[in-house]
């Protein structure tokens, strides 16, 4: 299979010695987000604090997170963690009675789970989808979310097992009912385009340590400007009003857009290197890494079938999960043996994760997969 990324290869030091599969947890760091860590680094250590400099970088940052998904800037908050940004949402939220249900899915990555159920006035309002073998139908979807449905999250790409949602279905449903959805992408940014306008997306969140080939600290917040004006965040802060730099203590107003999600001065170490790494990832262009993605997790499904692996599959003709899920008995044990060969993947559960990005090549998921294989 041919790699039309094989020259990017050189710009990520950990591919000369390790097999890198860990996307799903945190993707190989390039010598340019390296260089950005540097640039900031340097500019403390030589300049002093640089606000200028780190400013306008977070502006770079949310300039660019917006060209990913095909939001404008002004639509994108730029925060420190998937958590933060989600109670940034859930505490905004207005309670209107009869339209307060909260719809989400066992499936979801726990933090979802964790934040709405801290909401007190949301809290017996919520609505947790049972999975079943690890996949959440839209059929499902559609029981569950009513007419009283205020908000449905989804994950894009489920952290487990990689299955993928339809976003644009979902939105689909969830506008019948006059709900917002609220899509989790942390797993998916950086691999699959997204157009949030054409999709239907009201808001999404993705931090930059995975597919986004950032560092942690750094999380992107999407609401659309057609909903912005009626959330005003409790979870707040000098930078979330409209004039920051009048430090008026006495009278708060929200920013326009989705700045006012934002409240403290954010990680510019991390946001340093996220700018670098969403320039890269422009500059390759998500839907060509997705064509490769597609042709190479297609290549591993059948090669680890062919091996006997036992693979997570999402049921439906077609459907391809976002990375490979491997059952195995003991998945910690497995990780730290592959560690040891260094060979990075990630355990979750009851499964190893095999979480290629555009970097990796056909000859290093056959060789891990055979390493499996014989575990
Ligand atoms: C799908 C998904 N959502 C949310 C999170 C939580 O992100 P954070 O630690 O930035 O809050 C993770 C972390 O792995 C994740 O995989």
């Known amino acids: 299979m041919k790699h039309p990324f ?67 800037p002004d639509e994108i908050a730029v925060l420190s963690s998937a958590s933060e940004a989600i109670a940034g949402v859930a505490t905004a939220l207005p309670y209107v009675s009869g339209k307060e249900g909260i719809v989400y899915a066992d499936t979801d990555f726990p ?41 449905v999250m989804v994950s ?15 939105a689909d449903v969830a506008h019948r009912n006059q709900a917002l959805l609220f899509v989790d992408a942390y797993q998916s940014a950086g691999i699959i385009p997204m157009d949030v306008k054409a999709m239907g997306v009201d808001i999404l969140v993705a931090g930059a340590r995975k597919y986004m080939l950032g560092i942690p600290g750094v999380a992107f917040l999407y609401v659309s400007n057609d909903w912005i004006d009626r959330f005003k965040p409790k979870l707040t802060g000098w930078l979330g009003q409209e004039a920051a730099s009048r430090f008026d203590i006495a009278r708060p107003v929200p920013a326009a857009g989705a700045r006012r999600f934002e409240t403290g001065l954010p990680s510019f170490i991390s946001i340093f290197a996220a700018n670098a790494a969403l320039k890269l990832l422009l500059e390759i262009g998500v839907t060509d890494i997705q064509a490769y993605m597609s042709e190479l997790l297609e290549f591993s499904m059948e090669y680890g079938r062919r091996k006997g692996l036992s693979i997570r599959l999402p049921s439906g003709e077609g459907a391809l999960p976002g990375f490979i899920a491997v059952e195995v008995a003991d998945a910690s044990a497995v990780e730290s043996r592959l560690r040891s060969q260094n060979i990075i993947v990630s355990a979750r559960k009851d499964v190893i994760r095999l979480a290629p990005h555009f970097y990796n090549t056909a000859g290093e998921i056959r060789r891990v997969m055979d390493e499996v294989a014989t575990i």
């Open 6 to 72: 094989q020259s990017y290869r050189q710009l990520f030091p950990v591919l000369s010695s390790h097999i890198h599969l860990g996307s799903c947890s945190q993707g190989a760091i390039s010598r340019p987000v390296s260089a950005a860590i540097e640039e900031y680094h340097r500019s403390l250590l030589q300049h002093g604090h640089n606000g200028d400099l780190s400013m306008a970088r977070v502006e770079e940052a949310r300039g660019h997170f917006a060209k990913l998904i095909g939001a404008e």
């Open 111 to 151: 933090t979802v789970g964790h934040i709405w159920q801290a909401q007190d006035q949301f809290r017996e309002h919520i609505r947790c989808i049972p999975s079943m073998h690890g996949e959440v139908t839209l059929q499902q979807y559609e029981e569950h979310i009513t007419e009283n449905t205020a908000l």
């Open 156 to 170: 894009h790409v489920n952290y487990t097992n990689g299955f993928q949602q339809d976003l644009k279905s979902m």
